[in-house]
């Protein structure tokens, strides 16, 4: 399957992706970062998956219930058509995927084939059945329940069912997760009782609408905007708030490449972007949660804050690779856990401080406990702003002065000194005021190359960036500075092909890695922002109707895109690329959205 040939299905607290034909290929228990039990996706088949579809050759045409997470897929054969309808149960104690089929037309020949794997894709478990319609996998500390109204056989340690489904039956199944040194609180589904199944289904449907219901922007791209809402909604770990960057790993940036990498963790970086996505479209209380995520994940000293962190606030999610799976498309290695979070990059401080200035102006409360760890961060930019990073793209390569990073700098100095002069808070402005000029001039005399006409990847360098577009966005210079216009007028020609942005040209080894990349959607999104500041509406919507064609048929983004190839590339679905989306389209609307605000700030 292609990468945009999955949908999403979850609770708030993991995810599953389910394929077109039917197939359920990566799915972790019980939470976002756990283990897979299903890694087909970045395997093969005996690394786990669960497949549910017509036997014979069938078409396809799926879509969400409107506003929820709860996804139809209509089959259609030459004998008749059935409806596979899947999702996670919201409010059970332990994680459930539910599967419904149901009869439209005619008849159809059903097959069900389970391989359970646990740690990803390592581990057979021991299956024992518990009566005639339920088995239980046991493996170490994981256990799974697997209960279906069809009736299943063992074979070649995989969980096998064909059955014909006529006009008007319905069949259900569901596979529950649970600690295996415990009773599960529901032990089996009540697959007999349809009274029960309804009542799961209406609370699913009625925790998604009734989350949607305080969307409040009522634009022209509405759909796309709610839809990926919730998407970011699916995304977010409901006991602490975190939002991880997508629910899986090692999705490939480059088919058959080495640039796999683990997003199931939550990033500083992207803590602006969600802020005003959710602030600027009516979910105030997802916003405050987001913040106060933040807030207990950075606590301690600043030297020591990570660029990204786990669900729970975790500093540590030491990265390691699984030699046993062949990776999507043979792109190895897959690994787990994220070695970017012992980076140095220096840019998180001014995102951070940014936030948490958005969250006072937004009336979210000043929060002043953390205004002490604010003014330590502060305090320790001014003193570090000088040291090479490893940037915003997170490059494996030597460290340098990335312009971004300084302008991150300036935004941290910057929103100090504005936090002082609107709340009045207490800090040393008069000194913050001074350090920040001083990076102000380093960025204008280092950052900006006169010979190329633009603002470049690092002090000194000829290679573009598209990161350097944020610099109007930040309020860093206006849109229409001449140095702003001729940056922008380069990274279209240089970095841009087909309507699409690079990050920059790998080219140039700076990351250190081998191989090439797709385009990033962020990056294209905060150019129709860039334009929005301009006064170039019709160029920026144009822009974002071209972008607006890349969503799968159920509204879902990837992290990069090939245009030659016409396919989604990395993680799956990306957070930012879903947030990046909502920003542009409130900016559009005309209405002062991220881009304003923040350029203003």
Not at 165 to 192: C, M, N, W
Not at 472 to 492: K, W, Y
Request: hydrophobic share 35%; net charge negative.
């Amino acid at each position: 399957m292609r990468i945009e040939d999955y949908a999403l299905i979850g609770d708030c607290n993991t995810a599953a992706l389910v394929s077109r034909d039917g197939s359920i290929d990566w799915l972790c228990f019980p939470a976002f970062d756990s283990r897979a039990c299903f890694a087909k996706l970045v395997g093969h088949e005996d690394n786990g998956f669960w497949r549910l579809a017509p036997s014979t050759s069938f078409k396809v045409d799926r879509a969400y219930e409107e506003d929820t997470l709860i996804l139809t897929t209509d089959y259609s054969t030459s004998s008749g058509s059935v409806r596979v309808t899947d999702f996670m149960d919201v409010e059970s104690a332990d994680p459930r995927v539910i599967r419904k089929i149901e009869g439209v037309e005619g008849e159809v020949s059903m097959a069900s084939e389970l391989v359970l794997r646990f740690d990803y894709g390592s581990i057979v478990p021991w299956v024992t059945r518990q009566d005639e319609n339920t088995l239980m996998a046991v493996a170490g500390p994981d256990a799974v329940l697997f209960s279906s109204s069809f009736p299943t056989r063992g074979e070649n340690l995989r969980t096998k069912s064909e059955f014909v489904v006529r006009d008007g039956e319905t069949h259900i199944a569901t596979l529950t997760y649970y600690e295996s040194h415990r009773t599960p609180d529901q032990p089996k589904f009540e697959l007999a009782k349809p009274a029960a199944f309804s009542q799961v289904v209406q609370t699913t449907e009625a925790f998604w609408r009734s989350w949607i219901k305080s969307c409040s922007y009522e634009g022209p791209y509405a759909n796309v905007v709610r839809r990926s809402l919730l998407t970011l909604k699916a995304l977010t770990f409901r006991p602490t708030g975190g939002i991880v960057a997508a629910p899986t790993s090692s999705l490939p940036e480059e088919l058959g490449g080495e640039r796999n990498w683990d997003y199931r963790y939550c990033w500083l970086r992207d803590a602006t972007f969600t802020l005003y996505s959710f602030l600027t479209t009516g979910f105030t209380s997802e916003a405050d949660q987001w913040r106060r995520w933040l807030v207990r994940a950075v606590a301690g000293t600043p030297s020591q804050v990570n660029i990204l962190y786990g669900l729970r606030g975790e500093r540590r999610v030491p990265e390691a690779e699984l030699p046993w799976l062949d990776g999507y498309e043979s792109s190895k290695p897959v690994r787990t856990g994220n070695a970017a979070y012992s980076q140095r990059q220096l840019d998180i401080f001014g995102e951070l401080l940014d936030t948490l200035q958005l969250a006072r102006t937004s009336g979210l409360g000043n929060f002043e406990a953390a205004w002490d760890l604010q003014r330590e961060m502060i305090e320790f930019v001014a003193a570090t702003w000088r040291e090479p990073d490893h940037g915003i793209w997170e490059i494996r390569g030597d460290k340098q002065h990335f312009t971004h990073s300084k302008a991150m700098a300036w935004v941290a100095m910057d929103r100090g000194v504005k936090a002082v002069e609107r709340f009045k808070l207490d800090g040393d402005v008069d000194r913050w005021r001074t350090v920040r000029d001083e990076i102000r001039r380093e960025i204008l005399e280092h950052g900006y190359n006169t010979e190329v006409g633009a603002f470049t990847q690092y002090f000194g360098s000829k290679d573009l960036d598209a990161s350097v577009i944020q610099l109007a966005v930040l309020g860093f210079l206006p849109a229409n500075d001449p140095r702003m216009q001729s940056t922008i007028q380069n990274i279209e020609s240089e970095l841009m092909e087909n309507g699409l942005l690079k990050r920059y040209r790998t080219e140039n080894k700076v990351d250190g890695l081998k191989g090439s990349e797709g385009r990033f959607l962020a990056c294209t999104f905060w150019l129709v922002d860039y334009h929005v500041l301009a006064g170039n509406y019709e160029k920026a919507k144009r822009l974002f109707e071209q972008l607006l064609a890349l969503p799968n048929d159920v509204g879902l983004l990837s992290e990069e895109y090939d245009p030659q190839l016409r396919r989604q590339l990395g993680n799956f679905p990306q957070a930012l690329s879903h947030i990046a989306l909502i920003n542009s389209a409130v900016n559009l609307s005309r209405q002062k959205g991220s881009a304003h605000h923040r350029s203003e700030s």
